[in-house]
Nanobody, 125 residues
């Protein structure tokens, strides 16, 4: 059974940092795009960041560029999202996603096959 498990969420003050981790099991994702999405209360789930299988190319939503960094360790079948200079508007449940459907695009949630259960990030002002 394929599983993605996020960890590292929590409560942090504005300006602080958190590092989210995504541990995959059940199959290897070393040849798959991996991404992070988030969903704030009352809002739709939105794309945050994605990384190609080699780690050579990364993508970010404009609102997190320069503050968040996505990375992966294919040997450990994990991905991470380093979040710095956090703002209250970053408060959301963060989800890890993996493996694009054929023809899917990295920023589209419907394009990902596997999802984690989410981890809460709360940034206080």
């Amino acid at each position: 059974q394929v599983q993605l498990v996020e960890s590292g969420g929590g409560l942090v003050q504005a300006g602080g940092s958190l590092r989210l981790s995504c541990a995959a099991s059940g199959r290897t994702f070393s040849r798959s795009v991996m991404g992070w999405f988030r969903q704030a209360p009352g809002k739709e789930r939105e794309f945050v960041a994605a990384i190609t299988w080699s780690g050579g190319t990364t993508y970010y939503v404009d609102s997190v560029k320069g503050r968040f960094t996505i990375s992966r360790d294919n040997a450990k079948n994990t991905a991470a999202l380093q979040m710095n200079s956090l703002k209250p508007e970053d408060t959301a449940v963060y989800y890890c996603a993996a493996d694009l459907k054929l023809g899917g695009t990295y920023h589209s949630q419907s394009a990902y096959i596997y999802w984690g259960q989410g981890t809460q990030v709360t940034v206080s002002s």
